[in-house]
């Protein structure tokens, strides 16, 4: 990815967060995070990664993002970064809520060092 391409991926990112705090007022959308961002290389397309947090609905908020895609694209546009506007394509990312899981899961099986001095126990008593 070009210096240019980078630069401008990281202006857009801060764009797309200060929209999401600040201006939009839609709960559909409310604690939505940015996971990630792609631009293509010809800024003709730019894919968002986002994730919601617990308790929202995927399909309610993919289409409030349909709606809000046009403010998204004036906003750009009144920055002068470029002369065509990306078309945005939102793209749901879920791994922020399957890392959760598996931290859950993890800490359910962490054992205390007692439990791990009688597991040392019995498998010196299954060597001898």
């Known amino acids: 990815m070009s210096v240019r391409t980078e630069k401008i991926k990281q202006e857009l990112y801060r764009v797309f967060q200060e929209f999401f705090l600040y201006e939009i007022g839609d ?3 409310k604690g939505l995070e940015i996971v990630e961002m792609k631009l293509s290389p010809d800024l003709s397309f730019l894919r968002v990664y986002y994730s919601l947090p617990e308790g929202k609905n995927e399909k309610d908020s993919s289409i409030a993002l349909k709606n809000i895609t046009g403010l998204l694209r004036k906003q750009i546009a009144s920055l002068h970064l470029m002369r065509k506007i990306p078309e ?12 959760s899981k598996i931290d ?21 008593n299954l060597e001898e």
């Not at 945005?88 to 890392?99: E, H, R, S």
């Open 88 to 99: 945005i394509l939102f793209t749901f990312d879920n791994t922020v809520a399957k890392a």
């Open 27 to 29: 709960f559909r959308v």
């Open 104 to 124: 859950n899961i993890l800490s359910k099986v962490k054992y205390s060092e007692q439990d791990e001095e009688a597991l040392l126990e019995q498998y010196k």
